[in-house]
């Protein structure tokens, strides 16, 4: 039940391992990438009453980063993520999480996240590192990322696009988020899910 915007703005400039065999044709500079809004998914799965998660989604986002193919390194990152858009499937439970119990979405329409750091852990996985903004408040986030695949489209434009999935855990007690968490009526620790491909701007 966290997650407004991730902008991952600024920097993520160790190398970061993301280039799959056979990735497809690759520039020897640096490029800008933007996501793919038909291909993105921000969603997030919370304990209810410890009987199941809860799966919700956020259904606007939009984003971008700089992505060098040769030395497999990412750095500004920005992902912005609108609040208001929560979905879980229960209208009464979304209005209640863009209130002030949740993410308070009316005076935090955004959530932050700013990358600080990466560093390899695979050939085709990296560990994102990053500074996690939600109602103000600010705490490090690590995202584990893996380069699901990179090339040209096989139809329409075919576009040059990269595939990535990433996913990292928060407490949200840690960002004054306290709403039912004593008795265990909702879950702390909230699991997000990001799901993209991204579109390298050519010329």
């Known amino acids: 039940m966290l997650i407004r915007t991730l902008a991952l703005s600024t ?5 970061l391992v993301l280039s799959p065999a056979g990735a497809g044709t690759a520039k020897a500079d640096p490029a800008s990438y ?25 259904l606007q986002a939009s984003g971008s980063f700089v992505y060098d193919d040769e030395a497999r ?18 209208e009464a439970r979304d209005n209640h999480l863009r209130s002030k119990d949740f993410l308070a ?6 959530i932050r996240f700013v990358g600080t750091g990466a560093e390899p852990t695979g050939e085709t996985t990296g560990r994102i590192t990053g500074d996690l903004t939600i ?6 986030v690590v995202l584990e ?7 040209n ?17 928060i407490k949200r ?23 993209f491909e991204a579109i390298r701007k050519d010329g």
């Not at 489209?153 to 855990?169: E, I, V």
């Open 105 to 110: 979405a009316d005076e935090n329409p955004v």
């Open 153 to 169: 489209y096989p139809w329409g434009d075919k576009h040059y696009a990269l595939g990535l999935s990433a996913r990292t855990t």
């Open 145 to 151: 990322v893996t380069l699901n695949k990179a090339g």
């Open 34 to 58: 933007t996501l793919d809004p038909a291909h993105l998914t921000v969603a997030f799965l919370v304990r209810h009453l410890g009987y199941a998660d809860t799966l919700g989604q956020f």
């Open 73 to 90: 390194t990412v750095e500004d990152i920005v992902v912005e993520i609108d609040a208001a858009s929560v979905f879980s499937n229960h």
């Open 135 to 140: 109602r103000g408040v600010t705490n490090p």
């Open 173 to 195: 007690s840690e960002f004054d988020m306290m709403y039912a968490i004593e008795g265990g009526i909702v879950g702390d620790e909230v699991d997000i899910i990001l799901e």
């Open 11 to 15: 920097v993520i400039a160790s190398g």
